[in-house]
């Protein structure tokens, strides 16, 4: 009857473990779906633009969070055909920081050129614009120096590619279709320069997102 009593007890432990494990599988696989699901939705809502791109740089959302993330955009109306507008993007050999652009974004109801020029210089100044912290309880302010509408001898021709009418295009940056971000050292500057080819006058414009950091 021991012997008995014995085995039974043994197997009712051996059916509770096994009951046990089967319980604690299937709630780390609950675990596991819930993860993955809110995994897919940053991956997908919070890395990806609207028209799909995905950054690849997600320290870049760290950067917002400490209040080193910041923007600029102009638009350019009523360009004329065969005409370009320019914008100066520059790191002052002051700052102490380097910037990590992330993006170029260029967005046109026409057919476009797009060139992109390294080390440029002034000849007469345009229109300042005061970058935008992405952070909005954040004070810091850019160090970056950012206008339009002026005159530049353009440095080295970096890119040059081409823009189809009516659609948006990253020229530079953290984004699947380039996958690299571009770094500004102290004292060096961008110009992006658009170029309206089709035949009518067209609204344009230009978008940079980037971060600063201390070196």
């Not at 009712?12 to 604690?24: A, G, N, P």
């Not at 992405?134 to 001898?153: A, D, F, P, Q, R």
């Amino acid at each position: 009857m021991i012997g008995m009593a014995e085995s039974y007890a043994k197997a009712k432990e051996e059916e509770l473990r096994v009951r046990l494990t089967e319980q604690i599988n299937a709630q780390e696989k609950t675990l596991i779906d819930i993860y993955n699901l809110i995994s897919s939705r940053i991956k997908y809502d919070v890395l990806q633009f609207i028209d799909g791109t995905i950054i690849v740089n997600q320290r870049f959302f760290k950067k917002i969070f400490e209040g080193y993330g910041y923007s600029i955009s102009h638009r350019f109306e009523n360009v004329s055909s065969g005409s370009s507008v320019d914008l100066y993007f520059e790191n002052p050999s002051t700052s102490e920081k380097n910037v990590f652009i992330i993006a170029v974004e260029i967005v046109t109801f026409a057919q476009a050129w797009i060139d992109i020029y390294r080390n440029n210089s002034i000849t007469a100044s345009g229109t300042s614009i005061t970058p935008l912290n992405l952070n909005m309880s954040s004070s810091n302010t850019s160090v970056s120096y950012i206008e339009y509408g002026g005159t530049y001898s353009t440095g080295e021709l970096a890119l040059n590619t081409v823009c189809p009418g009516g659609s948006r295009i990253r020229a530079v940056g953290g984004v699947s279709e380039v996958g690299e971000s571009v770094i500004i050292n102290p004292g060096s500057n961008i110009l992006v320069r658009v170029t309206n080819k089709s035949a009518d006058s067209q609204d344009m414009s230009i978008r940079i997102i980037w971060w600063e950091e201390s070196i």
